[in-house]
């Protein structure tokens, strides 16, 4: 792992495979680490991308900060592309990274090229019931209840040892950063960016439904499309395959003109 410095200091643990001219970000989910996008990394053509995916502060091998508001992690986000050398990124945003993602979009629009919104929370509040994310923090330190935690959206099957490796990552985050994160998602709203935009969601997804995503995640955004996978909501471990496919697809052809149907009269 490579190391980028955020503004207050902060060391921030981020790690890039491949050599490929188009770079891609991958922003991991609550209680995550960027190791849980290696699935999907498995399947992506790293001789034409390059995938940068990093540690939130307090998250895997970075350290905690005094703050995990959408300021703090736009700016460790631009802070691991400065690292990476990375001037222009298209950026895949996973569950709560969704609304990461739009903000560093909206605040950086000429570095961000797109967005891939994979089961990804809008733009505006997300309230949760307080009893709900009071059964969430609960699991705070014990990886086998945040395994279960997040089994409970996952509907296609997982290897075990992919949900130990993420519930090895999970148990070793502090409260305050799952708190942090979570209350950066549900208290917050923006105006969401006009960048080029592909919604990923999951037809049996619980949290995120398709219903969710076309009226408050893509609708909000000009000319975003949306895609569904047969899958729930953990898509980067329950569909690698078909995510590595869609974002590899979606950030090599940036720009370019959409051909036009032929007639098949």
């Not at 981020?14 to 399947?43: N, Q």
């Not at 970075?62 to 992690?73: F, I, M």
Request: glycine letters at 10%; proline letters at 6%.
């Amino acid at each position: 792992m490579s190391i980028a410095w955020a503004n207050d200091g902060v060391a921030i643990a981020y790690e890039v495979r491949g050599k490929g001219p188009s770079d891609i970000v991958f922003m991991h989910g609550w209680a995550g680490s960027g190791s849980y996008f290696d699935e999907t990394l498995a399947y992506v053509d790293l001789e034409r991308t390059r995938a940068i995916s990093f540690d939130f502060r307090g998250h895997g091998d970075s350290d905690t900060g005094a703050a995990y508001g959408l300021d703090e992690l736009a700016a460790d986000t631009i802070a691991v592309t400065d690292a990476a050398g990375a001037a222009e990124v298209v950026l895949v945003g996973f569950s709560m990274s969704g609304k990461f993602a739009q903000y560093v979009s909206a605040r950086h629009p000429d570095r961000v090229l797109g967005q891939i919104l994979v089961a990804g929370c809008p733009a505006s509040e997300l309230p949760l019931p307080a009893e709900l994310l009071a059964d969430w923090y609960a699991c705070a330190g014990d990886g086998e209840r945040l395994i279960a935690l997040a089994a409970q959206f996952i509907t296609e099957p997982v290897a075990r040892e992919v949900l130990d490796r993420f519930g090895q990552q999970a148990a070793r985050i502090p409260l305050a950063a799952l708190q942090g994160t979570m209350e950066a998602v549900t208290q917050t709203s923006f105006a969401p960016a006009s960048r080029p935009t592909l919604v990923v969601g999951g037809v049996r997804d619980p949290l995120f439904t398709p219903d969710l995503l076309r009226d408050q995640v893509a609708a909000p955004i000009s000319g975003a499309r949306l895609e569904l996978l047969e899958c729930g909501h953990e898509i980067p471990i329950e569909r690698p395959r078909e995510l590595a496919g869609l974002v590899e697809s979606f950030a090599l052809n940036i720009g370019k003109p959409v051909p036009p149907l032929l007639d098949q009269a």
